[in-house]
């Protein structure tokens, strides 16, 4: 599959950095070649921390990064002790909205999640445009967005809420039509609403498999990915049917072991938004965790994301550790959740060739915390020593 996103963001990466870099007295302003030294490497792709690791980094791409040994620091770079603080690669928060906000993609940046994925934005809005005048700054988190909700008339989510975030589609032609109209207004994904109306009560029309199957097929033959709006265990057989590439949130209704099964067959990711759940009532968010765990432990690969904004409850800005609390309680296991928050999460987003992994040739977003994450993950994830985005040092404990 060709990935859209890559010359864009090496041109934003490009950007970014020639303005990083002309104010010499900028804070964000280092040096374009660099060295992480002396530091415990959890790269991201869940094989076991390395310690006494270096990572290069030269003009905001990872030049090599492994043990001290097999790593070569050129006579020029600088050097950065990180005297045995853990390097992991910057984070993603995969689901959330209201993120054409310069403020809040700070404030992520700031506490190490480095790219947010916004899946439901008001069309009227220049989304393109905003998204690329906000990925300009360094000291913002990278934005990903899908755009309006792809659904039917009277779909979800016009039905309950009456959102503005939404784009109706009348039939296979219209679909089409619409998804190429999205893409080349500059969505980076695209989300499709598959939500019957179960949690709400009510009956609510959706796409047909005929429409979301060619939705599906148009997105993926424009080199990108398509991610659909579920929160009942009978929405989940269309999404599966349409070929989508990640559900949105995690079913609150039993999910059969059987669905479960061609979800992981069909190497389809799940993006739990337990935050949500927390917010919305007690029952949600026990089912939603049983489903959680029941679908890792069968082999499932899960992306973190909350949902950030998508309801009227308090969501966490920053690193989401209400989330990553709530996966430990489901049973994830403190290096499964760091690879549900970098690797998968970059793979959902259409950016897993660019970024997810601390590895050669990638751009580099890497996180740097004083804690052993293995250990205590929330704990260690709230004591950030440094951030590097786009290879920006943008938070730096040393100062």
Known sequence: MLRRGKLLFAMVLALAQITACGDSDSPANSTRLFALTNGILINGTGVAPLPASTVVIRNGRIEAAGAASSVNIPDDAQIIDLAGAAILPGFFNAHVHGAF??????????????????????????????????????????????????????GYPIIPWRSAASLPCTSVTDARQKMDELLDNGADVIKIALERGDIFRRTIPVLSPEMAREICNVVHERGTVVSAHITSARDIQLAIDAGVDDLAHMAVTTVADSIIARIIADSMYWVPTLELWHGTSSNHLSKAIDNLGRFFIAGGMVALGTDFEGYSSPFELGMPLREIGLMQEAGMEPMQIIVAATKNAAIVCNLGDELGTIETGKIADILVIDGNPLEDITRALADVRMVIHNGVIIVDGRD
């Open 101 to 154: 906000d310069a403020a809040k993609l700070r404030t992520w940046a700031r506490e190490g999640v480095t790219t947010v994925r916004d899946l439901g934005a008001n069309p009227a809005l220049p989304l393109a445009s905003l998204r690329d005048e906000l990925n300009s700054d360094t000291q913002t988190a990278r934005l990903v967005f899908a755009g309006p909700l792809v659904t039917v008339p009277e």
